[in-house]
C-alpha cells in the first residue's frame, strides 16, 4: 500500500503545487548523463516529476509506481505519453534491460519493511543490463533529520490553483529503533476538510546499505554527498556486473548480508523528500 499522501486523489493532486522546486532532481539527471542511460527504471516516480524530466532529453523511461492516484497525476502532464507508466513496484516487472535504475528523493527510505526492500534490491538488478547502475539515497542517521519534523518547523501554507488556500505540517508519531513514523495533516479553506497521511521512513545506517548491496550481487561503486543537502544524506552507486547471480531468498543464511527475503512486497511511497521528505511523500519541509 501506499501512503494516502499519494494514494488519495486529493492529495496526490497537492504533490507538485506543495513542492515545485525540485533542484534535488538535477543530480539525478547529472548522473544519468555521466553514465550515458538510454534507458531508465524510475522507481517510485510519484507524479512523474523525474520520469518526463529525463524523456525531455530523450531517455526512454519506465517509471513504476503503487499509488495509482500519483500515476493519474503522472499520466495527465504533457508529454506523459513518452513515458511507460507502471502501477506496481519494482518485484515485479516486465523483461527489461535498464542502463539506469533510480529511487530518488526519500524512496528508499519509504521501503520500510525489510523483506520488501530486499525484494525491491533484487528487482532493480534483474530489470538492469549487466554493466548498469542502481542509484539512490538515504538520510544519514546521525544528523537525525526527524528532530525538525515538527509543526512549528514544516508548517506552510500555499494558495493552489483550482483548489484554494491548503496548510499543512509534520508531526513525528513514533520513533522505534531505525524507523520513524509521523502524521502529515492538510487543512482545506474551500470546504474546511481535514485530511492525514501516516508514514514511516527507514533510517539505515551506511553500513548497513553497503552490506545489503553486497547481499544482492551489487558492486558499490561510490558513496556521494547529496549537493542539495550536503552532509545529511548518502547517494549510493551500485552496478550490476556481468556474473550478477544473487542467492535466492531461500538459500541465503539469515545473518548474511541483505537476507533473508521472505517475501515480495510493496513499494510505499512516503513524504517523499522535499520535504526531508518523509515516507515517500507526504512531503516534509528541506531543512
Not at 67 to 75: E, F, G, I, N, P
Not at 134 to 142: G, M, S, Y
Not at 185 to 197: C, K, Q
Amino acid at each position: 500500500m501506499a501512503d494516502d499522501g499519494f494514494a488519495h486523489p486529493r492529495l496526490a493532486a497537492l504533490y507538485d503545487p506543495l513542492d515545485p522546486d525540485r533542484d534535488d532532481l538535477d543530480p539525478y539527471l547529472r548522473i544519468a548523463r555521466e553514465f550515458g542511460a538510454r534507458q531508465v527504471l524510475d522507481i517510485g516516480c510519484g507524479t512523474g516529476v523525474f520520469a518526463l524530466l529525463l524523456a525531455d532529453h530523450g531517455i526512454d523511461v519506465v517509471g513504476v509506481d503503487p499509488a495509482a492516484a500519483s500515476l493519474d497525476v503522472a499520466r495527465a502532464k504533457p508529454g506523459a505519453a513518452r513515458v511507460r507508466w507502471i502501477e506496481g513496484d519494482a518485484t515485479d516487472l516486465p523483461p527489461l534491460r535498464a542502463d539506469l535504475a533510480t529511487m530518488t528523493a526519500n524512496v528508499a527510505q519509504a521501503i520500510a519493511d525489510p523483506g520488501t526492500w530486499h525484494a525491491t534490491l533484487r528487482g532493480a538488478g534483474a530489470a538492469l543490463r549487466p554493466g548498469g547502475r542502481l542509484v539512490f539515497e538515504t538520510r544519514d542517521p546521525a544528523r537525525r533529520a526527524w528532530a525538525r519534523w515538527t509543526r512549528e518547523h514544516s508548517y506552510a501554507g500555499a494558495d493552489v490553483p483550482g483548489v484554494g488556500r491548503v496548510e499543512s505540517w509534520h508531526e513525528v508519531t513514533a520513533v522505534d529503533g531505525p524507523l520513524v513514523s509521523f502524521r502529515t495533516t492538510f487543512v482545506f479553506a474551500s470546504d474546511g476538510a481535514v485530511l492525514t497521511s501516516d508514514s514511516t521512513l527507514r533510517f539505515r545506517e551506511r553500513e548497513e546499505v553497503e552490506a545489503d548491496l553486497a547481499g544482492h550481487g551489487y558492486v558499490l561503486e561510490d558513496v556521494r554527498d547529496a549537493p542539495d543537502r550536503p552532509g545529511r544524506e548518502f547517494v549510493f552507486v551500485a552496478r550490476r556486473p556481468v556474473d550478477w547471480s544473487p542467492l535466492p531468498a531461500k538459500e541465503r543464511p539469515a545473518d548474511a548480508p541483505g537476507g533473508p527475503v521472505s517475501r515480495p512486497g510493496v513499494l510505499l511511497r512516503g513524504v517523499e523528500r522535499g520535504r526531508e521528505r518523509g515516507q515517500r511523500r507526504t512531503q516534509l519541509v528541506r531543512e
